[in-house]
């Protein structure tokens, strides 16, 4: 047995084997270097190897590295849930610690009946969603996830929680326009609750940019306001899942800030740690807490390594070398650079159908036929080509569903760390030019 250890795609030989990293690049054991186009899963925010993080694990390890939650608080747990309440908008004051963002969605979920628990009020316990959606991969999280594959073979174990239709503006389910549409996607909610009873219902949760099921993207910007104001009429909690664009991916701490929206519960993830350490965290609002605290004085849910300090202690190096160095308030004119660039590239190949995203979260979704946006085949797997393509010439990019049914469409997310410099910025495009040109052969060879 040459290797027992489970990756994706499973027994893969040909799967590069890490060496190293440094800022934006990687290097693997062979000596090729990539650019990290795609922060891994959107996560390394800050590049790789920074020495900031390095010495605040080294200073945590030297003191304690765990301890159970229920028998110690840490100081770096208690500096982080400041910091990030700090750092984020409103009286989102409140931050309950977990290892990944499917347990920030779950916790999420659990705060928010637990709220209408302690308020009396049994029944509303459903959490709706929208199509087109992720929300990570535990069963509670897939239930809200709008993502017909990752779905599809444990359907039977899921609860219906996706209602809505997204606001895919680039194929609007009701052939509209925004803005005039006046956001007709979000108006969708009003009816989705009045066919399922307000009674029933607990949250809805939204991610601001749709990542991996959709490619980043984008509410137009009214809909938050809408969406909240709907859940508002209807006693409905709104959380924001920001596990993938928290922490300044989209040019504001909060992507929320960008819709003027201050959501009841936010969940954190990704960036929270940059991917130096497995850190996540489900953020409430006083309004949430303030039930929880005068009843039960405990959020129900928990995990062993929930608030384990050394993740605490990364974590908040990790903010503070946003603050430090001014990272966010450069995101918007990086993105808007970036994003200038990628559409420069729109004209010079057919197949893009779509370039679209906020901040450093960008997306480009491929189509066979720009002028219908005919999709390619399944078979064709064109996402898989161009990820393999770009790989080949150095440049990691991010696989995403499109189409929508979130499946059955083509499209990467560009979401390179927010450290990014412009002359990096302009190589990226350069490899990614490259990695069409090749596909566009590929393409006319196959016809
Ligand atoms: N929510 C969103 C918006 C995500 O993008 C992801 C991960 N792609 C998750 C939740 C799940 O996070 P994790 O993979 O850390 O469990």
Same mark, same amino acid.
């Given at each position: 047995?040459?290797?027992?250890?489970?990756?994706?795609? /499973? @027994?893969?030989?040909?799967?590069?084997?890490?060496?190293?990293?440094?800022?934006?690049?990687?290097?693997?054991?062979? $000596?090729?270097?990539?650019?990290?186009?795609?922060?891994?899963?959107?996560?390394?925010?800050?590049?790789?190897?920074v020495s900031d993080i390095i010495e &605040?694990?080294?200073?945590?390890?030297?003191?304690?590295?765990f301890v159970y939650r229920s028998q110690f608080t840490s100081e770096s747990a208690e500096k982080l849930a400041k910091k990030v309440a700090e750092m984020t908008p409103g009286d989102l004051n409140w931050c309950f610690f977990?290892?990944?963002?499917?347990?920030?969605?779950?916790? &999420?979920?659990?705060?928010?009946?637990?709220?209408?628990?302690?308020?009396?009020?049994?029944?509303?316990?459903?959490?709706?969603?929208?199509w087109v959606s992720y929300h990570g991969i535990t069963l509670g999280a897939l239930s809200l996830s709008g993502h017909t594959g990752r779905r599809a073979r444990f359907v039977s174990l899921l609860e219906d929680f996706p209602v809505i239709?997204?606001?895919?503006?680039?194929?609007?389910?009701?052939?509209?326009?925004?803005?005039?549409?006046?956001?007709?996607?979000?108006?969708?909610?009003? @009816?989705?609750?009045?066919?399922? $009873?307000?009674?029933?219902?607990?949250?809805?949760?939204?991610?601001?940019?749709? $990542?991996?099921?959709?490619?980043?993207?984008?509410?137009?910007?009214?809909?938050?306001?809408?969406?909240?104001?709907?859940?508002?009429?209807?006693?409905?909690?709104?959380?924001?899942?920001?596990?993938? %664009?928290?922490?300044?991916?989209?040019?504001?701490?909060l992507a929320m800030e960008q819709w003027d929206v201050i959501p009841d519960i936010v969940a954190l993830g990704k960036g929270m740690g940059a991917g130096y350490a497995p850190i996540a965290a489900a953020l409430a609002s006083e309004k949430v807490i303030e039930p929880i605290l005068? $009843? %039960?004085?405990?959020?129900?849910?928990?995990? %062993?390594?929930?608030?384990?300090?050394q993740s605490c202690a990364v974590s908040l190096a990790v903010l503070e070398y946003l603050e430090k160095n001014k990272i966010v308030s450069q995101v918007e004119s990086k993105g808007d650079y970036l994003k200038s660039l990628l559409l420069q590239l729109k004209n010079q190949f057919s197949f893009i159908g779509d370039i679209r995203g906020k901040g450093?979260? /960008?997306?480009?979704?491929?189509?066979?036929?720009?002028? %219908?946006?005919?999709?390619?085949?399944?078979?064709?797997?064109?996402?898989?080509?161009i990820i393999a393509l770009a790989k080949e010439k150095g440049l990691l990019v991010y696989p995403a569903g499109a189409g929508i049914d979130g499946v059955n469409g083509d499209s990467i997310i560009i979401?390179?760390? @927010?450290?990014?410099?412009?002359?990096?910025?302009?190589?990226l495009v350069l490899l990614l030019t490259d990695s069409f040109e090749a596909f566009s052969k590929q393409l006319k060879s196959d016809d």
């Open positions: 047995m040459e290797r027992t250890y489970l990756i994706k795609p /499973l @027994l893969d030989e040909t799967l590069p084997m890490i060496d190293h990293g440094k800022g934006v690049y990687l290097y693997d054991t062979e $000596g090729k270097k990539y650019l990290d186009g795609s922060s891994g899963a959107v996560t390394a925010n800050i590049g790789h190897g &605040a694990m080294q200073e945590q390890a030297k003191k304690v590295s977990v290892n990944s963002g499917s347990e920030a969605v779950e916790t &999420a979920m659990k705060m928010a009946i637990q709220y209408w628990q302690e308020k009396g009020i049994h029944t509303k316990t459903k959490v709706l969603s929208r239709n997204p606001p895919y503006c680039y194929r609007c389910p009701y052939g509209l326009e925004s803005p005039s549409c006046g956001s007709a996607c979000a108006q969708e909610l009003e @009816l989705a609750i009045k066919r399922i $009873g307000a009674d029933h219902i607990a949250a809805f949760i939204a991610e601001p940019v749709i $990542g991996a099921a959709g490619g980043a993207i984008a509410a137009p910007k009214d809909y938050f306001k809408i969406i909240k104001k709907i859940c508002e009429d209807h006693d409905i909690l709104f959380i924001a899942d920001e596990v993938m %664009t928290g922490f300044g991916r989209t040019g504001s701490m005068a $009843g %039960t004085k405990v959020v129900m849910s928990g995990h %062993t390594l929930s608030a384990n300090p450093l979260m /960008l997306g480009v979704e491929f189509v066979e036929d720009a002028a %219908t946006k005919t999709p390619f085949s399944r078979k064709a797997m064109v996402t898989q080509k979401s390179p760390p @927010l450290t990014i410099t412009k002359d990096e910025i302009n190589e």
